[in-house]
């Protein structure tokens, strides 16, 4: 794999000063060499001669190096090569100038982001749902994102995406027991996980996943009705099953506390029809309507 490093480059500013001297005084000499050569014979026209292509060839060269001069912006890099070989990158901001043969491709350093279609997919439970997602990144390393990819931009999609439905086959949509992991209950868990397999797909590309988040979670629209009854059933029961625990809970409490205070004696027919009457009371929908019993304890 091709990694990246800092090529050293010369300061723009103090070559620019150079190539525009050198290119003022082989003109100059351009001329008044011309002129010169203009009163002469040979063989003293000779000299003068080999003078002028001397020149001429400086003036060539010299405007051949104001080819090296290139410009690196902020938060952007230059990715330089030489007849096909990689020879660093420059990311300090500024003018500079290098090799005029070197090709110079730029890369963005800046953080960017995109929201992925909404991907139809199965959850763990085999329902389709439809799901999408926000994914920050950056790239982190030139020469990966230039030379191991064709295109790193279209390969981050296209591997997000498929991380994104990876994820979605692996968790559920929903679930009511707080043990499992769903897809909508457990939001930060996901995007977790969602963040660490995305950069496993994006290592090799020279690119860093800072964030990504489930950005649309439904169910697909053919299933969406039923779905929602079965939601609310589950909920129902989960509650239901919340409730029962608890008045138990509260049952077994109060007869514990009625027999360590010897507040009253109670045989087991008289417990069952407690604990009945308390579970009617504490599992029912609606407030209990006290009944007032004028006659004995049996009666």
Known sequence: MIREFQRSTLSGI???????????????????????????????????????IGFIVLTVLDALAMAGFFMVNPNLAKVLQLFGTYKGTVKEPGLHWAN????????SLRV????SQRLKVNDKDGNPIEIAAVVVWRVVDTAEAAFEVDNYENYV???????VRNLATRYPYDAHDDQIMSLRGQTAAIAEHMKTEIQDRLA???????EAR???????????????????AGAIIAARQRIVEGAVG????AL???????????????????????????CGERGAQPVLNAGTLHQ
Request: overall charge neutral; hydrophobic content about 55%; cysteine-free.
């Open 256 to 282: 514990a506390m009625l027999s360590e205070k010897g507040i009253v004696k109670l045989d087991e027919d008289r417990r069952a029809v407690m604990v009945s009457n308390l579970l009617v009371v504490l």
């Open 112 to 115: 960017r982001n995109f929201e």
């Open 100 to 107: 005029p043969f070197y090709t110079k491709k730029g890369l």
């Open 204 to 210: 090799k590309a020279g690119v860093e996943a800072l």
């Open 214 to 232: 489930i950005s649309h979670l439904a169910y697909a629209p053919e299933i969406a009705g039923a779905m929602l009854q079965r939601q609310q």
């Open 157 to 163: 999609h296209i591997q997000s995406e498929a991380a």
């Open 14 to 52: 103090l070559m620019l000063v150079v190539v525009i001297a050198v290119l003022i005084l082989s003109v100059l000499g351009i001329i008044f060499t011309a002129i010169a050569l203009d009163g002469h014979r040979a063989p003293a026209a000779g000299s003068l001669v080999a003078l002028l």
């Open 250 to 253: 509260m049952v077994e409490m």
